[in-house]
Antibody, heavy 124, light 115 residues
């Protein structure tokens, strides 16, 4: 069974840092792009960023709102995805979802599997 | 102007069909994009429904009923999610998404009420 399990959320003060993790299982992790998507309370979905697969050297892309503050990484030996969040702002408060991109035949598309999410609250 | 615009809400009756639109900003041609659709119920993560670019370039998500289908209205520069034979369990928020300028962009979402 394909599964994504996020962890690491919590309460942090503005300006602080937090690292989220996403444990993947049930598929060949290195074959897939992986994304982080967030959802502020009562609002819609916002893409945070992605890391490409091994074939594309695990390169990354970020939303303008987090570029320079957030860093996405992955550990293939642990089948894990990470989101390092620095210089956190109150507007970063959200549920953070880890998601897998649908990759087949050398082409990757949008997200087809999502984790349950982890909540990050930035408040003093 | 937002890249993707969705009506905030839509109501329809059980058994009827609902057409959810995702309008692309002027200057962004819907014909060149794959439109992705997700369903989200309260307290749950989004679930992938389908993607649609053309009748020859489309995909249904795993386990997604065929009464969910995608299309485009070129004259309106919009992607469309059609849900036929509405059921009470279809009541949810629906989001569209495209890959634009090296980023994924979501629409603001449509809350579908089945009553």
């Amino acid at each position: 069974e394909v599964q994504l399990v996020e962890s690491g959320g919590g309460l942090v003060q503005p300006g602080g840092s937090l690292r989220l993790s996403c444990a993947a299982s049930g598929f060949t992790f290195s074959d897939h792009y992986m994304d982080w998507v967030r959802q502020p309370p009562g609002k819609g979905l916002e893409w945070v960023g992605l890391t490409r697969n091994k074939a594309y050297s695990y390169t990354t892309e970020y939303a303008a709102s987090v570029k320079g503050r957030f860093t996405i990484s992955r550990d293939e030996s642990k089948n894990s995805l990470y989101l390092q969040m620095n210089s956190l702002k109150t507007e970063d408060t959200a549920v953070y979802y880890c998601s897998r991109a649908d990759c087949s035949g050398g082409t990757c598309y949008g997200m087809d599997v999502w984790g349950q999410g982890t909540t990050v609250t930035v408040s003093s | 102007q937002a890249v993707l615009t969705q009506p905030s809400s839509l109501s329809a009756s059980p058994g009827a069909s609902a057409s959810l639109t995702c309008t692309l900003r002027s200057g962004i041609n819907v014909g060149t994009y794959r439109i992705y659709w997700f369903q989200q119920k309260p307290g749950s993560p989004p679930q992938y429904l389908l993607r649609y670019k053309s009748d020859s370039d489309k995909q249904q998500g795993s386990g997604v009923p065929s009464r969910f289908s995608g299309s485009k209205d070129a004259s309106a520069n919009a992607g469309i999610l059609l849900i036929s034979g509405l059921q009470s369990e279809d009541e949810a928020d629906y989001y569209c998404m495209i890959w634009h300028s090296s980023t994924w962009v979501f629409g603001g979402g449509t809350k579908l009420t089945v009553l």
